[in-house]
């Protein structure tokens, strides 16, 4: 098992170009399903769970032609079995993606239960009351949910989320899009992925009004045909290198990317005494080699601040001035991160599902632990500003939604490199 070595220290400075969402890529992927013709994807980042849903494709009997720009090229049409196997499907929570698609466009679909994942969480419940809202059969056994769609086709329906689900908001909205009639999703999720998944379905033919609200209506259409998209910018890549830059009094131009899906974000930063420059598709963050200062702040569904930087914020607030409270409303247990920065000599407490950093001058370096992807960001960024070496032990859930980190953070300066576990 690969682990990380980083040098603290380095002021980071430079240029780099930020990859495509993992976020918006694994729906977009699930969406060519619906087509009757090929369709191809760019700025795909390389990553492992989009590998995981290639082979899924390839499983399937589909056969996906990669080219040297990594877009890839998608023709649903020679699938052989609707079936997405356990053995896959347990790599990757997404892959329940593919369920309703899979309904909409060839009439059945069967789909392991995401691993570790009981029947009764509401997550995976959305995505089959939306479906059976349009009429479909399901029945869950074998830790499979198998779905079979009514004579004639989906129809279209008005759901009602009870919790906002960005998956679910998702799976719904593309089974919607080829049924019959129109589909009203209310309190559906307002991410920035949730509008490039609209985008693309409409660049097939699509008739899909409102992402981006919490109202999403969809007209079904006969048929969706080719396109080619690319995908949108990954926005918590991006505001992790901008954090990357703040914590160490550096300057970063981050570019490919797209500052109007980062404002929460962006603030946050502003009044953690970074300057902040902005055009279509760079933001440019310089500390002045100043120290941050902390910042409060409360994760929500977007457009409020992102559960996925919560913890990178957590590794600035470590080092600044001031003392900052850190309030995560979305996902319980996401505070993993703290017990490890607590090795380095973070002063953190946690209360409930608040954690209160008091921000000391410097931080120690130490052998840690990631424990989830976002958690081992922040061990990252703590490590390029704590004293003398930090050794980052299981580093494969960094690799699952940050392509080439330590090349990225190399090009800026940083003291970091891969060694084998």
């Given at each position: 098992m690969d682990k990380l070595i980083i040098t603290g220290g380095a002021r980071l400075d430079g240029e780099i170009r930020i990859s495509g969402a993992k976020n918006a890529a694994l729906p977009i992927l699930a969406a060519t399903l619906l087509a009757d013709g090929p369709v191809t994807v760019g700025n795909l980042p390389h990553l492992h769970d989009i590998t995981t849903m290639i082979e899924l494709f390839g499983r399937m009997g589909i056969e996906p032609v990669i080219d040297e720009k990594l877009a890839v090229e998608i023709d649903p049409r020679t699938i052989k079995t609707l079936v997405a196997p356990y053995e896959l499907v347990k790599t990757m929570r997404a892959s329940i993606l593919v369920l309703g698609p899979m309904v909409a466009r060839f009439g059945e679909a069967e789909v392991a239960l995401p691993g570790g994942c009981a029947i009764g969480s509401r997550p995976v419940?959305?995505?089959?009351?939306?479906?059976?809202?349009?009429?479909?059969?399901?029945?869950?056994?074998?830790?499979?949910?198998?779905?079979?769609?009514?004579?004639?086709?989906?129809?279209?329906?008005?759901?009602?989320?009870?919790?906002?689900?960005?998956?679910?908001?998702?799976?719904?909205?593309?089974?919607?899009?080829?049924?019959?009639?129109?589909?009203?999703?209310?309190?559906?999720?307002?991410?920035?992925?949730?509008?490039?998944?609209?985008?693309?379905?409409?660049?097939?033919?699509?008739?899909?009004?409102?992402?981006?609200?919490?109202?999403?209506?969809?007209?079904?259409?006969?048929?969706?045909?080719?396109?080619?998209?690319?995908?949108?910018?990954?926005?918590?890549?991006?505001?992790?290198?901008?954090?990357?830059?703040?914590?160490?009094?550096?300057?970063?131009?981050?570019?490919?990317?797209?500052?109007?899906?980062?404002?929460?974000?962006?603030?946050?930063?502003?009044?953690?005494?970074?300057?902040?420059?902005?055009?279509?598709?760079?933001?440019?963050?310089?500390?002045?080699?100043?120290?941050?200062?902390?910042?409060?702040?409360?994760?929500?569904?977007?457009?409020?601040?992102?559960?996925?930087?919560?913890?990178?914020?957590?590794?600035?607030?470590?080092?600044?001035?001031?003392?900052?409270?850190?309030?995560?409303?979305?996902?319980?247990?996401?505070?993993?991160?703290?017990?490890?920065?607590?090795?380095?000599?973070?002063?953190?407490?946690?209360?409930?599902?608040?954690?209160?950093?008091?921000?000391?001058?410097?931080?120690?370096?130490?052998p840690v632990m990631a424990t989830d992807l976002r958690a081992s960001a922040s061990l990252v960024l703590s490590a390029l500003v704590a004293e003398g070496d930090t050794l980052i032990d299981r580093i494969y859930h960094i690799d699952r939604g940050y392509e080439c980190i330590e090349e990225k953070l190399q090009m800026l300066g940083a003291k970091i490199r891969r060694v084998p576990g």
């Open positions: 419940d959305l995505h089959i009351r939306g479906l059976e809202a349009m009429g479909a059969k399901i029945e869950v056994e074998g830790g499979y949910i198998k779905a079979k769609a009514p004579e004639g086709g989906l129809r279209g329906a008005h759901f009602f989320f009870d919790t906002v689900s960005v998956t679910g908001t998702e799976n719904i909205m593309m089974a919607a899009a080829l049924a019959k009639g129109r589909s009203v999703l209310q309190n559906a999720a307002r991410e920035p992925e949730v509008v490039d998944l609209a985008n693309f379905i409409n660049a097939m033919g699509g008739n899909v009004q409102g992402a981006g609200t919490d109202t999403i209506v969809i007209d079904g259409v006969e048929r969706l045909g080719s396109a080619n998209y690319r995908v949108m910018p990954d926005r918590i890549e991006t505001g992790t290198y901008l954090v990357a830059a703040a914590v160490t009094g550096g300057r970063v131009k981050v570019k490919d990317t797209d500052p109007t899906i980062l404002e929460a974000v962006l603030e946050k930063l502003k009044e953690a005494g970074a300057d902040i420059n902005t055009g279509d598709d760079w933001i440019e963050l310089d500390m002045h080699g100043k120290r941050p200062k902390a910042v409060n702040l409360r994760t929500a569904p977007y457009p409020a601040f992102p559960t996925d930087m919560q913890a990178q914020f957590i590794s600035l607030n470590a080092i600044a001035e001031g003392t900052g409270a850190v309030i995560e409303t979305i996902f319980e247990n996401r505070f993993m991160h703290v017990y490890e920065m607590h090795r380095m000599g973070a002063q953190i407490q946690v209360e409930g599902n608040t954690a209160i950093v008091t921000g000391v001058k410097a931080l120690k370096g130490a």
